[in-house]
């Protein structure tokens, strides 16, 4: 081994090539199930049943989309995850960048005392039932569009990720524009937002994927109001419900979509808006997760 | 310390005065709506935790504080004779030590060998794809992995048998959730690891290599413990949350057969609590979860400290 390095200084190892192949296989791992998901949902059902091991669809057919945009109605559930999300988005990225503003601002009186009282949230949280009950009982937002968007308002990591970058901004520019009189909800939004485009970016990302994977909150307190995860939560919930096949006449059984092919395409359907993301959660994410885990 | 000191010093002490709140009229509108939003939405479900001393139904919750009956620690006593608390609590701790071990030790494994790998463009490739399945929602993964681990599915299939993975009532499918759990994460908790490696002073490899250590020496020897002080702090982190396993996973990847082994102390407070209407068991479940979890933080953090490590408070 180590005459092997000396004599080729920068030449590639056996070694290199054996990591070279564990990350081939590691890659092959991650990608495999969702190419095969992906198969499925454009293979025939019939056909699927007969094995469920392939990455290229052996029938190809549309029928599991059409049959899930026609029969299943998944449109108005898809309506409900793009609005959460949008709007979710929206309200998040303004009120955590404000509050996180404020929070910069170390001439402000309650300073000290106001990140105390947002800190000490990360550490100690009233509980399953307790939130259930101030939700549903006392607040009453049981299935009301409000509970996707008020309760998830601010988060206090965002909060603390918008700060430090924003602590980072030269004070001079504050004082020059509050000399010329602009008040302080103005240099929030037209001085301060500006310069903060790459930590706004991350956590308009954070907030958007994490409303769009979003399913807790629909399972405990809407489900009337159901997103594409809760459609897809119900249908694996269903996967077991088969139909008879003594008891269906044929046109029932040939119409019969599996299961498991919808459910594949419905997988499918709430995966690509992330696949579409995914080149700038690269970017944003990645820098956004160091940076708060490097803060103190 | 001392930082901290002169920052002190240099912003003038203020006192309390109309003036100054007029002054700073723009800053309290700008954060008083939503420290009133705080205190509603997480600390009035602390003051919830009295709910864990009284007999509280859905018919009697309305009623305020004072009229609802206070019956001490009945609630718990409830909860920890209740037939399924001991095999909850296993479960919990069973899957969440089990969740630390691998997932920590698959982390760094995956970190430090990403780390020797030199094709940059390859390793960039290797990096992007690791991460795509933490982007992707539970449902989607719960999918995904019964599509693959159910019987008939796709791993059933390569082996040629029934495996039974998802339908073997015991410790199994506490594996199984880990091995998805670790599928799902691992390219994305590699990542600190990676950003504390890359702090680590490349002159300590060209110091080693000149005295001739060889790939694995450096690897154990620099590697390892430059990233050690990281480690130790999320060590620290998911020992306080030891308890903490999340419902969302445990539920979507359960089901009838398995039940038994996927219960864990969330989920079992929603059970009692929700489905049993029970709201005074559910929220002393949640209760014992969380100070069980603060003091199981505060103890790794002491012990981190008795060993002389970084500290996380």
């Given at each position: 081994m180590r005459s092997s390095v000396r004599h080729r200084k920068n030449g590639v190892t056996a070694f290199d090539f054996i990591l070279v192949f564990f990350f081939l296989l590691i890659i092959i791992t991650t990608v495999y199930p969702f190419l095969n998901v992906l198969a499925i949902s454009f293979n025939d059902p019939t056909d699927t049943m007969r094995n469920v091991?392939?990455?290229?669809?052996?029938?190809?057919?549309l029928s599991n989309y059409r049959y899930i945009f026609t029969e299943k109605d998944l449109m108005s559930p898809f309506i409900m995850s793009v609005a959460r999300t949008v709007i979710g988005t929206l309200t998040g990225v303004i009120c955590t960048s404000m509050v996180a503003y404020v929070l910069s601002r170390k001439d402000f009186y309650f300073n000290r005392f106001f990140t105390l009282l947002f800190v000490i949230t990360m550490y100690v949280g009233g509980g399953l039932i307790p939130d259930y009950l101030l939700i549903t009982?006392?607040?009453?937002?049981?299935?009301?569009?409000a509970v996707y968007i008020i309760?998830?308002?601010?988060g206090v990591f965002n909060i603390i990720l918008i700060r430090s970058f924003m602590e980072g901004i030269p004070i001079s520019l504050q004082e020059a524009a509050m000399i010329d009189g602009a008040n302080d909800f103005y240099i929030w939004m037209r001085i301060i937002m500006p310069l903060c485009t790459p930590v706004i970016a991350t956590v308009a990302l954070f907030c958007a994927v994490g409303a769009w994977n979003s399913f807790m909150d629909t399972y405990l307190y809407a489900r009337k109001l159901p997103t594409l995860q809760y459609v897809l939560y119900e249908i694996m919930e269903q996967a077991t419900i088969k139909i008879d096949p003594h008891s269906a006449n044929a046109e029932q059984l040939k119409n019969a979509v599996s299961p498991l092919s919808v459910r594949m395409a419905i997988t499918i359907i709430a995966t690509v808006p992330i696949l579409v993301v995914y080149p700038f959660l690269q970017k944003y994410f990645v820098g956004g997760m160091t940076l708060g885990a490097v803060k103190d | 310390m001392k930082v901290k000191k002169a920052r002190a010093d240099t912003i003038k002490k203020q006192h309390f005065s109309l003036k100054l709140m007029w002054k700073q009229r723009y800053l309290l509108c700008m954060s008083v709506p939503f420290v009133i939003w705080l205190i509603i939405f997480k600390y009035l479900p602390l003051w919830g935790w009295t709910m864990a001393f009284q007999d509280v139904r859905p018919s009697t919750f309305a009623l305020s504080i004072w009229d609802r009956e206070f019956i001490g620690f009945a609630n718990f006593t409830k909860a920890f004779s209740d037939r399924l608390f001991t095999q909850t609590l296993i479960n919990t701790l069973g899957t969440s030590i089990l969740g630390i071990a691998l997932g920590t030790f698959s982390a760094i494994f995956f970190a430090v060998l990403l780390n020797e790998l030199r094709f940059i463009r390859f390793k960039k490739i290797t990096q992007t794809i690791s991460y795509?399945?933490?982007?992707?929602s539970w449902v989607i993964v719960a999918s995904i992995a019964k599509m693959f681990l159910?019987?008939?599915g796709v791993l059933d299939t390569i082996a040629g048998t029934k495996l039974n993975l998802m339908s073997t009532n015991s410790m199994l499918i506490w594996v199984v959730i880990c091995f998805v759990n670790i599928w799902k994460e691992v390219g994305w908790d590699a990542i600190i690891y990676l950003s504390a490696m890359a702090g680590i002073d490349q002159g300590l490899y060209e110091a080693a290599k000149v005295d001739g250590a060889n790939r694995f020496q450096r690897m154990w020897h620099i590697t390892l413990p430059g990233i050690k002080p990281t480690a130790i702090v999320l060590l620290i982190m998911s020992i306080g949350g030891?308890?903490?396993?999340?419902?969302e996973r445990q539920m979507l990847l359960s089901n009838g057969i398995i039940q038994d082994h996927t219960m864990v102390l969330s989920w079992f407070a929603y059970i009692r609590g929700i489905g049993n209407n029970n709201y005074g068991v559910g929220t002393a479940i949640g209760m014992f979860q969380s100070v069980v979890g603060i003091t199981l933080l505060l103890i790794a953090n002491k012990i981190a400290g008795w060993l002389g490590e970084s500290r996380l408070v």
């Amino acid at each position: 081994m180590r005459s092997s390095v000396r004599h080729r200084k920068n030449g590639v190892t056996a070694f290199d090539f054996i990591l070279v192949f564990f990350f081939l296989l590691i890659i092959i791992t991650t990608v495999y199930p969702f190419l095969n998901v992906l198969a499925i949902s454009f293979n025939d059902p019939t056909d699927t049943m007969r094995n469920v091991n392939f990455i290229v669809p052996r029938v190809f057919t549309l029928s599991n989309y059409r049959y899930i945009f026609t029969e299943k109605d998944l449109m108005s559930p898809f309506i409900m995850s793009v609005a959460r999300t949008v709007i979710g988005t929206l309200t998040g990225v303004i009120c955590t960048s404000m509050v996180a503003y404020v929070l910069s601002r170390k001439d402000f009186y309650f300073n000290r005392f106001f990140t105390l009282l947002f800190v000490i949230t990360m550490y100690v949280g009233g509980g399953l039932i307790p939130d259930y009950l101030l939700i549903t009982r006392t607040l009453g937002l049981g299935n009301n569009f409000a509970v996707y968007i008020i309760p998830g308002l601010v988060g206090v990591f965002n909060i603390i990720l918008i700060r430090s970058f924003m602590e980072g901004i030269p004070i001079s520019l504050q004082e020059a524009a509050m000399i010329d009189g602009a008040n302080d909800f103005y240099i929030w939004m037209r001085i301060i937002m500006p310069l903060c485009t790459p930590v706004i970016a991350t956590v308009a990302l954070f907030c958007a994927v994490g409303a769009w994977n979003s399913f807790m909150d629909t399972y405990l307190y809407a489900r009337k109001l159901p997103t594409l995860q809760y459609v897809l939560y119900e249908i694996m919930e269903q996967a077991t419900i088969k139909i008879d096949p003594h008891s269906a006449n044929a046109e029932q059984l040939k119409n019969a979509v599996s299961p498991l092919s919808v459910r594949m395409a419905i997988t499918i359907i709430a995966t690509v808006p992330i696949l579409v993301v995914y080149p700038f959660l690269q970017k944003y994410f990645v820098g956004g997760m160091t940076l708060g885990a490097v803060k103190d | 310390m001392k930082v901290k000191k002169a920052r002190a010093d240099t912003i003038k002490k203020q006192h309390f005065s109309l003036k100054l709140m007029w002054k700073q009229r723009y800053l309290l509108c700008m954060s008083v709506p939503f420290v009133i939003w705080l205190i509603i939405f997480k600390y009035l479900p602390l003051w919830g935790w009295t709910m864990a001393f009284q007999d509280v139904r859905p018919s009697t919750f309305a009623l305020s504080i004072w009229d609802r009956e206070f019956i001490g620690f009945a609630n718990f006593t409830k909860a920890f004779s209740d037939r399924l608390f001991t095999q909850t609590l296993i479960n919990t701790l069973g899957t969440s030590i089990l969740g630390i071990a691998l997932g920590t030790f698959s982390a760094i494994f995956f970190a430090v060998l990403l780390n020797e790998l030199r094709f940059i463009r390859f390793k960039k490739i290797t990096q992007t794809i690791s991460y795509l399945p933490h982007f992707v929602s539970w449902v989607i993964v719960a999918s995904i992995a019964k599509m693959f681990l159910n019987a008939g599915g796709v791993l059933d299939t390569i082996a040629g048998t029934k495996l039974n993975l998802m339908s073997t009532n015991s410790m199994l499918i506490w594996v199984v959730i880990c091995f998805v759990n670790i599928w799902k994460e691992v390219g994305w908790d590699a990542i600190i690891y990676l950003s504390a490696m890359a702090g680590i002073d490349q002159g300590l490899y060209e110091a080693a290599k000149v005295d001739g250590a060889n790939r694995f020496q450096r690897m154990w020897h620099i590697t390892l413990p430059g990233i050690k002080p990281t480690a130790i702090v999320l060590l620290i982190m998911s020992i306080g949350g030891a308890l903490n396993v999340g419902m969302e996973r445990q539920m979507l990847l359960s089901n009838g057969i398995i039940q038994d082994h996927t219960m864990v102390l969330s989920w079992f407070a929603y059970i009692r609590g929700i489905g049993n209407n029970n709201y005074g068991v559910g929220t002393a479940i949640g209760m014992f979860q969380s100070v069980v979890g603060i003091t199981l933080l505060l103890i790794a953090n002491k012990i981190a400290g008795w060993l002389g490590e970084s500290r996380l408070v």
